[in-house]
DNA sequence: TTATTTTAGCAACATTGTTGCAATAATAAA
DNA sequence: TTTATTATTGCAACAATGTTGCTAAAATAA
């Protein structure tokens, strides 16, 4: 996979983000005319296939992006992530892993777990 | 609120059927032409504010409606979901409530809790 | 039965995400 | 450094999903 512009810029704002950015977040904080939408759409699945960011699936069925901060031992994101309804930011709860237990039987291979309210900057 | 045939078949599909719909999966299982596509939207926004269904957005960013079983004590849906990647049904795992605990300041209103991976049929 | 008000249907629109194809840019090879 | 190879981009077109306004129809209250 090949080193562009418009992937350097896009893993540059989600990593130094300290929330989670939506496609339309990505857009807009681009510099205008920097890249097709549909680039964005295409450097975020392979920034996903790398590794080098997750998704989180907000309550609003909105997908946010965020960078992988403690995947370089493993990969797993079982952490919790919020989403203020006042500030409209998504964040990953990285030190929240919800215990819970399985019947047999399941095999889980993805995780999305999001809480929704009001975070402390707004409460 | 008043009701209506397709308030009451939509509210009958989800209530009988063991894994939760998605918008088109209950267009596709309506009598074809029993309603339009936009009644839909509006009788599950109704079935929503009466508390007789709940939403889960799926891994895949669809929303999901259920029924509300355990709902008549108290609305909590902080219940596991499980979508199969396989079969794609969507189902409550009523009896699983992952345990967390979050920092001070923290109001929650809303949880998603989803896993995705293959169902015990499945596997 | 009539009056009132919610609900339905339809058309139009907005948003979001996907695909195919030719042009361009990044990397490997010469 | 130059050329060849192949990934990436931009654009247009399209599909799917969800929303809104308006009028007609249906459900409930009077």
Redesign the pocket.
Known sequence: ???????TKILELITRSNTNLS??DIKNLLPDG??????I???LD?LLQEGLIHKVVNID???NYASCKNCEVEHSHNHMHFSCEKCKSVTCLDDINPSFKLPKGYAVKEINFVLSGVCPSCS
Request: net charge positive.
């Open positions: 996979m090949r080193k562009t512009i418009a992937k496609h339309a920097l890249c097709d939408r549909v680039t759409y295409r450097v392979r069925g909105v997908v």
